[in-house]
Every structure is written in structure tokens, then in C-alpha cells.
């Protein structure tokens, strides 16, 4: 039956009530308790009820027919800031549209990303660098939002101080600086704890803090710069691709090492949702998420580089701007004409400063071409990129170039066109350095020493040289020979060209020599040849492939029949040409002297001695006998020895018979 009214109210009233609603207008504190009074419609409009409210019903007010609206319980500003609410009378008058608006309270207290945070210092950085810290939230409006911050402990010897800075000009959004106030000593001062709060202009007013914990760091001087200075100004369509390249800020450190090594990142506030990216090592800006110009026709980012030393130094803020409006259509495009015999990408490593590598042509029917930023990128500062009429561009050689060290390089041409927003096109190649024949072989662990004994048969490895060329291709082909250096016995020697493997050619003999020099030349193929050479000494060993030999084929000696006992009257001496042991000769009486001679010899010196005393009178007026050589290796030879027994006169004459008749 209400239903049935209510809908005969308001086709009545939507047939006969032209007249203009009027409004009302409630202001209720966020936080009022249940069952207050917002408001009664019959006597703040002056019109009688009862009345019918569109929508009827609601979980926060409660409408009486007689036009008393009552809260339910407490609203939340930052929930819900404003409600609407139709009342009809039934009497058919004019509709009246009622505003709930909700009045801030200060009920929130402001809240930082995060309760503690880490910050280094320099110990010689300038009083007044100061590094930006997260800033507090507070969802309350006006004087309830965050209206300053300060310092509540930790400040020993007052080395710090806060200071908050309108971001963008908005008084209602303040960056968060950490100043440094004092000079830094790390042996005074290596650590400290601070406490930030963070308070709003409530009253009371909250407050919310946040510990900075500072390390103060030894000593990194230079911090990044950006370069070019300034703004930058980009421009982008919305249709822009996420994920694309937006814009690269190049940052310098003076700096070495870790210290010079430069990472980049946006600061928070001014990239609200995230929309773009940064990569940390090159400074390449993306977009990481669609743009819609309707929702932000423009971004400022803030852009801080800091090194990576122990205390990272941050530059000031590089500004982007970022205008985002619609679209140019034709990147440039561009031509490379390598200057190559065969149009390939190659330079020989001989180029002189400033020879030609390529020629590179630059065209975009939506610009003029003085408008078209073309740079050279990778190379290495080897080479550089000129031009004289913004069409045609030279890269060149600008410094030497050494194959052996760099075997290529990669370069790209970029090309970016002064459209909104610049569109750019990138061509990227590997340049090869071709070989010239400028390294000679370089042998290894050289000079080369070996031993081969003189019964090696033709044929026999005696060593193996190796050499190698830093060059490439035929350059670095290497050969081997045996150089002609007057050796007298290099010719007992052969070497394989391409392999370096020396054999014997010949018998060798120790006893003609017993070592050999070879002088050794590793030439490669390039022209002209390059070569170096080595020495290879080769020790004969001996054999014991040679007889003593006596010098005379018969010794003859003449002794004297009354010579004493033990007289040495004749020495033998033979010789052998093997070295060592094989070379050692001892002597020893053969055939031709009876068991109980008259004779010994000295099996070292040679020498003959009489053994016993000599008679000639006895019978025996001469003897032969032999004498053998032996080497240390069995070898002997043998000599035949005459020995002839001079007469004394030692016998008176005797008669025979001793009487005659």
C-alpha cells in the first residue's frame, strides 16, 4: 500500500510540480555518534510533510515521514564526503534535494611509508646537502593534514636539521629534506638515530614519527652530475607504447670505481601511480603504464642520480617534463653506407685517425632535418660522428685501432626527430677490425734443449717447437725452418714446416760432436712475412760404438839381461774416442808370456815391468807377447809386444873338458 502511494506522489509530482526544487544544505562532523540530529526538512524549508525520501532508506540516516533525519552512527569524511538525499512532500509541492555534506575532524594522525629509515653521509660533504625522505600522509583536509615536522631526538650536537619544501607550488604537499647542518666528522660522529615527527594542525594535533637511522661514511668526493644542465622537455602522444623508451638522463661521476658507478631513480611524489619507470644503470626512462590524457595532460618528474659508494652521493634534481598530446607519425630513417671494398662493416686495423667507416644518410619527411638529433652510441670514444649539413654524417676513426686488443666494436646510430613527441629510429651494427699482418710468431717457453743418443735411427723426434701469432686468418699461419746460421753439423737435422717437429736426417756421431745449436725461425704467411727465431740445443749422447786403438801396430824393446827385479822399460797406451765410462781404458797382458812370466803390466798406465831378474845366458834370447786394450764397455784391441834380452858380459870363459891329455 506504500508502494502504491509513494508511486502516485511522485507521478503527481512529476505532472503538476514544475516549479524548481529547492535545497537544503547539512554539515555534519565525521565522527557524530548515532542517533543525533542532522536535520528537520519541514522546518528548515518551510514546507509541511509528511514526506516520502529518495532512496528510502539508508545505512547511515534514518528519515522520518515528518521530515526529521537522524545518523544512524559516525560518518567518515575520508570514506565518503558527501550524501544526497531527495524528500517529496505528499501534499505535491515542490521537491526538495538535501546535501549531507561530512566536515573534517581530525582524526587521523599522519602516517610515514615506513618506520625506520637508513640514510649514509659523507664525511665531507658541504653543510646544507640535504637527501629527501619519505613524507608522511595524513587523509585529513585543511589544518588537520600534516603541517610541519621537527626533530624530537637523537640531534646530538645538533649536526641535522628537517626542512619541508612545497612540492610543485602545493603548500598541502611538502617534501621531506634531511639538511646537514654542521661539518661531519666520522671519528667524532660515526652514527646516528634520529627521530622524526611528523604533526598536523589539528587541535590537539597528531603527530606520527619515523626513526632515521644516519651512518655517517668515509670519504666519496664527487657527486653525480646530469648533463646536459636543465630541464628537460618531453613530449609524448597518449597512444604511446608502455614499456617504450621515453627519454634517457645521462648523469657524470668524477669519480672511480664503485664511487663513479651512477644509479638513477625517480622520486615518488612526483610519479603519482607509478606511471613511468626508470632503469637504475642507464637512466632510461619508460612508460610502465597506459597514459590517458584526460586524467593528466602533463607529469614533472624528479629525477635524482646517486654513485654507488660506500656513502652514495646524490645530484639536484633533474627535471623531465612530460606534455602529453597527440601524435607525429614518421620516425626518421636512416641509410649506412660502409666504406669497405665489399660494402660490409669492416675497417682494417691500419686506418688512420680520421679515415672513414661509413656514411650514413638522415631523412623524415615530418621534420626538418636540422631538427633531427642524430648521435653516435657504443664504439668506445674509438670513433666519432660528423657532419656538415645535418644530412649527410661521417663516422670516423679517432683513435688507433689494434685487432689483436679489440677484434670488433658495436655501434648504433641513433636518430631522434623534433616532432611532440620526438620519434626515434635506431640502427645498430658490429663493426669488424680486419687483420693487418703487424705481429711476428712468438715461440713458446723458449730457447728448447734435447738428448739423443748417436745410435738414433733417421728419423727420431728429437723436439718439437711451437709458436703463435696474435694476428688472424693468414697472418697467423706460422712455418718453421731451420735457419742457416754456418752450424757445421745442422744438417744432421730436419724440420717438419707446419708442424715444428725437428727429426734426425743423418747418423748422428758424439765423437764429432757432441752437441748441436740450431738456430730456429718461425716465419707466418702474411706479406711481407714476419718471423722470430729460437735456439734448440741438442746434447749427443754417447755410445760406446768405438775400440781402444793403439797408435803403432807392434811395440819392440830392447832390455838388458841384468836390469833389477821390477824395471819398467816400455809403456803401451791406446785411446778411445766414447766419452764416459766407454772411454776409459785399462791394460792386461794376452797370449805369449808363460804362466810365471818375466813380465806384468800396469792395467792403468801401460806400463811393462820385469818381474823376476832376466838371464840370457839361460836359452831364451827374446820374447813376444800380446798386450790387450778393454774399454769400459767390454771393447778391447789387442798389440803384440817383441822384447829382446841384451848381452852382458856376466860368464868368465870355462874349458870344456877341464883336462886335457
Known amino acids: 500500500m506504500l508502494l502504491c502511494t509513494l508511486l502516485l506522489l511522485l507521478s503527481f509530482h512529476g505532472k503538476f510540480c514544475d516549479a524548481q526544487e529547492s535545497t537544503l544544505t547539512y554539515n555534519v562532523p565525521e565522527g557524530l555518534g548515532g542517533g543525533s540530529r542532522v536535520g528537520d526538512v519541514a522546518a528548515d524549508s518551510g514546507t509541511s510533510g509528511p514526506y516520502f525520501f529518495v532512496p528510502s532508506t539508508s545505512e547511515w540516516f534514518e528519515f522520518n515521514l515528518s521530515g526529521v533525519i537522524t545518523l544512524l552512527k559516525p560518518l567518515d569524511r575520508e570514506t565518503e564526503s558527501e550524501y544526497t538525499v531527495l524528500a517529496i512532500p505528499v501534499s505535491g509541492t515542490p521537491a526538495i534535494s538535501i546535501d549531507i555534506f561530512v566536515t573534517d575532524e581530525n582524526d587521523n594522525r599522519p602516517e610515514f611509508p615506513r618506520d625506520k629509515l637508513n640514510v649514509e653521509f659523507s664525511e665531507n660533504v658541504e653543510v646544507g646537502t640535504r637527501r629527501t625522505l619519505d613524507s608522511a600522509s595524513d587523509p585529513d583536509l585543511g589544518e588537520n593534514s600534516i603541517v610541519g615536522y621537527n626533530i624530537t631526538g637523537g640531534n646530538i650536537g645538533e649536526y641535522f636539521r628537517i626542512e619541508a619544501i612545497e612540492a610543485f607550488g602545493d603548500a598541502k604537499d611538502l617534501q621531506l629534506d ?58 609524448l602522444s597518449e597512444s604511446f607504447a608502455v614499456d617504450d623508451r621515453v ?52 607529469y614533472t618528474l624528479l629525477i635524482k642520480a646517486r654513485d654507488n659508494g660506500i656513502a652514495p652521493l646524490e645530484s639536484p634534481f633533474k627535471v623531465v617534463r612530460i606534455t602529453i598530446q597527440n601524435e ?80 670488433s666494436y658495436d655501434i648504433g646510430i641513433r636518430a631522434m626527430d623534433g616532432g611532440s613527441p620526438p620519434l626515434v629510429a635506431e640502427i645498430k651494427f658490429t663493426l669488424i677490425v680486419e687483420d693487418v699482418n703487424d705481429n711476428p710468431p712468438i715461440f713458446q717457453d723458449p730457447p728448447y734443449t734435447a738428448t739423443k743418443s748417436e745410435t738414433s735411427l733417421n728419423g727420431t723426434l728429437v723436439a718439437t717447437v711451437s709458436a703463435t701469432d696474435r694476428d688472424a686468418g693468414i697472418n697467423a699461419e706460422v712455418i718453421y725452418s731451420i735457419a742457416d746460421t754456418g752450424e757445421p753439423f745442422a744438417d744432421w737435422f730436419v724440420i717438419q714446416a707446419e708442424s715444428g717437429m725437428i727429426t734426425t736426417a743423418k747418423q748422428l756421431d758424439r765423437e764429432e760432436a757432441s752437441q748441436v745449436v740450431l738456430t730456429v725461425m718461425a716465419s707466418d704467411l702474411g706479406v711481407p712475412s714476419l718471423n722470430s727465431t729460437t735456439t734448440v740445443t741438442v746434447t749427443i749422447a754417447d755410445v760406446n760404438d768405438n775400440y781402444p786403438v793403439f797408435p803403432v801396430e807392434s811395440y819392440h824393446s830392447n832390455v838388458s839381461e841384468d836390469v833389477p827385479e821390477r824395471t819398467c822399460f816400455l809403456q803401451v797406451q791406446a785411446t778411445d774416442a766414447d766419452a764416459g ?27 811393462i815391468c820385469t818381474t823376476q831378474e832376466l838371464d840370457r845366458d839361460g836359452g831364451i834370447t827374446s820374447f813376444e807377447f800380446q798386450v790387450r786394450a778393454t774399454d769400459g764397455g767390454g771393447l778391447s784391441s789387442v798389440v803384440l809386444v817383441e822384447v829382446d834380452l841384451l848381452d852382458v858380459n856376466d860368464n868368465a870363459p870355462e874349458f870344456y873338458p877341464e883336462s886335457y891329455a
Request: proline share 8%; aromatic share 6%.
Open 178 to 235: 634531511l639538511v646537514v647542518d654542521k661539518r661531519l666528522d666520522r671519528e667524532v660522529l660515526p652514527h646516528v638515530d634520529l627521530v622524526i615527527l611528523a604533526f598536523d594542525g589539528g587541535n590537539p594535533p597528531l603527530t606520527g614519527s619515523m626513526n632515521v637511522s644516519i651512518e655517517i661514511i668515509d670519504v666519496n668526493e664527487s657527486p653525480p652530475s646530469f648533463y646536459p644542465p636543465g630541464e628537460v622537455e618531453v613530449n
Open 247 to 298: 627519454f634517457q638522463v645521462y648523469a657524470n661521476d668524477s669519480d672511480s670505481g664503485r664511487n663513479g658507478l651512477v644509479i638513477y631513480r625517480i622520486l615518488e611524489p612526483s610519479n603519482p601511480g607509478g606511471i613511468f619507470r626508470i632503469d637504475s644503470a642507464t637512466g632510461e626512462i619508460f612508460l610502465n603504464k597506459p597514459l590517458n590524457f584526460e586524467d593528466a595532460s602533463s
Open 328 to 407: 607525429n607519425e614518421h620516425p626518421p630513417s636512416i641509410d649506412v653506407l660502409f666504406t669497405s671494398g665489399d660494402g660490409s662493416p669492416k675497417i682494417s686495423e691500419a686506418a688512420s685517425l680520421g679515415d672513414f667507416v661509413a656514411r650514413i644518410s638522415v631523412n623524415d619527411p615530418d621534420d626538418d632535418l636540422e631538427n633531427i638529433d642524430v648521435q653516435l652510441i657504443g664504439g668506445q670514444d674509438v670513433f666519432s660522428l660528423t657532419t656538415k649539413d645535418d644530412i649527410i654524417y661521417l663516422i670516423c676513426v679517432a683513435e688507433p685501432l689494434d685487432r689483436e686488443d679489440v677484434p
Open 581 to 607: 765410462t766407454s772411454g776409459q781404458v785399462t791394460y792386461s797382458t794376452g797370449a805369449g808370456i808363460p804362466s810365471h812370466s818375466q813380465f806384468s803390466i800396469d792395467p792403468n798406465s801401460g806400463d
